[in-house]
């Protein structure tokens, strides 16, 4: 497959850079990669932040919790087998409570008619299935299926970990999956570059981690909002290939399109090592094709939109948080930040590994702290849990001797799994409510993320950091300067981790037990899913739009600051009904904060007036009287995760129309796919305008096309009105969606 694409790819691309707006220029590494994917290449608009690209991906990957209600889309469409390569993972369902063995036991139970349904879901469809334990699926994909210069789409914000073996893999709602599973092309905006020249070289305490917290920092979680971040430069050529991927990993908390590395020696070493070496020789082969041009390096300004410059030879330890992965700040300067902010000194858990941060050279580095201080008898003074990425770095680990150095300073080991960094981390130590603070070398940070408690305050760091930290006890600990005392007295200062192999001198220790390839015909394999059951529900079409204005809509809820989607759809405890869509609706806007109260999840019923209301039982109300509604929000809506079920759960309870600042890019696209419509404020002030009893009429929307403008009225108790102008970024094929009431619609009727 790898061979036949490089062949399209290197004549796709003479065919684009000949056209007159082209003109033969030089290329960086993404425009090879979207240009060489175009469904038209010499028919297709290429203006960087403003075209609607049309592309063809080689491959799709689902995560469990994602994957059900994508599967059921795929179910509804009529398609049998999959168009390109797909693969489900599950790792988000197993909880961490009591450790690997026990919690695998506990998931395999608890999740069965679950697992059931991927499973079979998956053979009926052509999909290859990765059991429980198997891995978590950003590191099973780069270990097995990941190949420079691919493009890939995953149900998953965090699928761009596959960018450190220089393919754009981008994270998508599930609706998006099942097109390009169906046949269709995927459409994305043409995303503007930024270019980030790497120099110098990591060393003593500085981790890859380290680069992305500092640029989280720099360029916020809104800089790389429809953007592509692509890394080059001396320096990246000195980063290994799970270092580059735990910076393209953590590149979702830019909101990114993707981020992604060139190809070099580090990939090719890392593709032999995976047992891919007929893979690695045709790289080296085509590595034009898997680089920018060398002009492009030579004067970055001029081909990418923006060019940050980073010496990795004076980059400090970098600690973000808490609340949100921008707010970053190097090592040395923590202590001063948690004093100054009256947060809680004391660390109440420390956790190591999660997709971001589990390969060979992290839990290499982080198992030399542990021999540093066991053999003076020191052990971790907090909780210390450990999340291997795979069963492939599991087994290494185990053997290679890193496991056993962990857990003689006290690391408990979980499955295989996402376990805490996404909420499924089942705390018995801490209340709801009670301000705590814990370090991570997770990605993502936002209250209750972890353990659903909205008090923990989380801070992220490199294994080693959370390591070195964690050991002195208190977040204002600096292993840099600051000493350890041993349990005889005895002062004792932390060396930095040695420099550890990228990848183990034994090779790694190999197991597919947990794949489930499909069968040649799948046709006969039966999808089961019991009517009676409160985890799966089969779908029923939305419907279309009746071809008249909204009129005097309520305010379900105007929401303040920031709302993710882990604020629109908490994860944690909800996970199970990830494949029901009315129970888990039932958590819609929980997170929420309330504009006029202050108050999460909270609203106002505006059929009887009554304050304080559970906000998805009031939306239930008004859809039993047969009404839509709208949610007005702030900037950046929608970001994070990728889940759909953020846009479905509205779409499900009546929600006709999203009115924002501005949104997160995933999240727009599946509120177009589910026939919401997105809409931005034409002035954002006018944001101030919305009352808490408000009606809000849309106008024009029978005329609504690409470019153009919606007129809205506010309406507001006592008879007074404004009118103001929203925006929107719909192209022709996505009002379809809207009319069709939901691109699913589109498709299965077409």
């Known amino acids: 497959m790898v061979s036949k694409l490089y062949a399209?790819?290197?004549?796709?691309?003479?065919?684009?850079?000949?056209?007159?707006?082209?003109?033969?220029?030089?290329?960086?590494?993404?425009?090879?990669?979207?240009?060489?994917?175009?469904?038209?290449?010499?028919g297709q608009e290429l203006k960087a932040g403003?075209?609607?690209?049309?592309?063809?991906?080689?491959?799709?990957?689902?995560?469990?919790?994602?994957?059900?209600?994508?599967?059921?889309q795929y179910l509804s469409s009529g398609r049998q087998q999959t168009a390109v390569p797909t693969s489900v993972h599950c790792d988000h369902l197993i909880r961490a409570q009591e450790g690997a063995a026990k919690d695998m036991t506990t998931a395999l139970d608890e999740n069965r008619e679950v697992y059931d349904f991927l499973q079979t879901a998956s053979a009926r469809g052509g999909i290859g299935f990765w059991k429980p334990g198997a891995g978590i699926i950003h590191q099973v994909v780069l270990e097995n299926y990941a190949f420079p210069g691919g493009l890939m789409i995953g149900t998953d914000s965090h699928t761009p970990n596959a960018g450190g073996l220089g393919m754009l893999a981008c994270g998508v709602g599930g609706a998006d999956a099942v097109d390009v599973m169906a046949g269709l092309p995927w459409e994305v905006k043409y995303p503007k570059l930024i270019g980030v020249y790497l120099t110098g070289e990591l060393s003593g305490w500085t981790a890859p981690k380290d680069v992305i917290c500092y640029l989280c920092g720099l360029l916020t979680v809104k800089g790389g909002t429809n953007r592509i971040i692509e890394y080059f430069g001396p320096g990246a050529r000195t980063i290994s290939c799970t270092g580059k991927a735990t910076i393209t990993n953590m590149g979702a908390e830019l909101g990114a399109t993707t981020s992604v590395f060139p190809f070099d020696s580090a990939m090719e070493a890392y593709l032999r090592a995976t047992r891919r070496s007929e893979l690695a020789d045709l790289a080296v082969k085509y590595r034009r094709l898997l680089e920018a041009d060398a002009e492009v390096e030579k004067n970055p300004a001029k081909y990418y939109d923006q060019v940050v410059e980073i010496d990795l030879s004076k980059l400090e330890p970098y600690v973000v948080g808490p609340h949100s992965p921008d707010t970053a700040r190097p090592l040395s300067k923590l202590a001063k930040d948690v004093k100054e902010k009256g947060w809680p000194e004391k660390i109440s858990a420390a956790l190591?590994?999660?997709?971001?941060?589990?390969?060979y050279e992290d839990i290499s580095r982080a198992a030399d702290l542990a021999r540093q201080v066991?053999?003076?008898?020191?052990?971790?003074?907090?909780?210390?849990?450990?999340?291997?990425?795979?069963?492939?770095?599991?087994?290494?680990?185990?053997?290679?001797g890193q496991m056993e150095a962990l857990?003689?300073?006290?690391?408990?080991v979980l499955a295989n799994a996402c376990g805490p960094c996404i909420g499924q981390w089942k705390r018995q130590d801490i209340k709801k409510g009670e301000t705590n603070t814990i370090l991570s070398s997770f990605n993502r940070n936002f209250p209750a993320r972890n353990d659903g408690n909205p008090e923990t305050l989380s801070f992220i760091g490199s294994p080693e950091t959370v390591i070195a930290v964690a050991l002195g006890g208190k977040i204002?600990?600096?292993?840099?300067?600051d000493e350890l005392t041993t349990p005889s007295g005895q002062k004792v200062k932390l060396s930095a981790p040695q420099k550890a192999p990228a990848l183990p001198e034994k090779g790694f220790a190999v197991s597919h037990s947990g794949y489930q390839a499909p069968p040649d015909d799948g046709s006969h394999v039966e999808v089961r899913v019991d009517p009676s059951s409160n985890r799966l529900q089969l779908l029923k079409p939305f419907a279309k739009w009746d071809g008249k204005d909204f009129d005097r809509l309520p305010v379900l809820m105007k929401i303040?600051?920031?709302?993710?989607?882990?604020?629109?759809?908490?994860?944690?405890?909800?996970?199970?009904?990830?494949?029901?869509?009315?129970?888990?609706s039932d958590n819609m806007f929980t997170g929420a904060i309330n504009y006029f109260t202050g108050d999460a999840g909270k609203t106002l019923n505006q059929l009887t007036g009554e304050a304080g209301q559970s906000t998805p039982m009031v939306a239930r109300a008004y859809k039993a009287k047969g009404l839509r509604w709208v949610v007005v929000g702030d900037e950046n809506y929608g970001e994070g995760s990728s889940r759909e079920h953020a846009a479905m759960s509205p779409r499900f309870l009546g929600a006709a129309a999203i009115i924002v600042k501005s949104f997160a890019r995933i999240h727009e696209t599946n509120l177009k796919k589910q026939g919401v419509l997105p809409l931005t404020f034409a002035n954002p002030a006018d944001y101030d305008k919305v009352k808490e009893t408000d009606k809000i009429s849309l106008l024009g929307i029978k005329d609504l096309a690409p470019k153009t403008s919606v007129t809205a009225i506010l309406h507001h108790e006592g008879g007074g009105e404004d009118k103001i102008l929203l925006n929107h970024s719909l192209t022709e094929e996505q009002i379809k969606w809207f009319r069709a009431g939901s691109a699913l619609n589109l498709l299965a009727n077409g």
């Not at 003479?14 to 960086?28: I, N, Q, S, W």
């Not at 592309?55 to 059900?68: C, E, G, K, N």
């Not at 190591?352 to 390969?359: D, E, H, L, Q, R």
């Not at 996970?575 to 129970?583: A, P, Q, Y």
């Open 50 to 72: 403003d075209s609607m690209l049309m592309l063809r991906p080689d491959r799709v990957a689902m995560q469990d919790a994602t994957a059900q209600m994508a599967l059921l």
């Open 352 to 359: 190591v590994g999660s997709c971001t941060n589990s390969s």
């Open 407 to 412: 857990e003689s300073i006290g690391a408990q």
């Open 374 to 400: 066991a053999k003076h008898g020191l052990k971790m003074p907090v909780p210390f849990l450990v999340t291997p990425g795979s069963e492939q770095v599991y087994q290494t680990i185990k053997r290679d």
């Open 560 to 584: 303040k600051g920031k709302c993710t989607t882990d604020h629109i759809s908490p994860a944690g405890v909800w996970l199970k009904f990830r494949g029901h869509l009315d129970n888990i």
């Open 476 to 481: 204002t600990f600096n292993p840099l300067v």
């Open 8 to 42: 399209i790819m290197q004549d796709r691309l003479a065919r684009v850079v000949k056209r007159p707006d082209m003109d033969g220029r030089p290329l960086t590494l993404a425009e090879k990669i979207l240009f060489s994917h175009l469904d038209d290449p010499l």
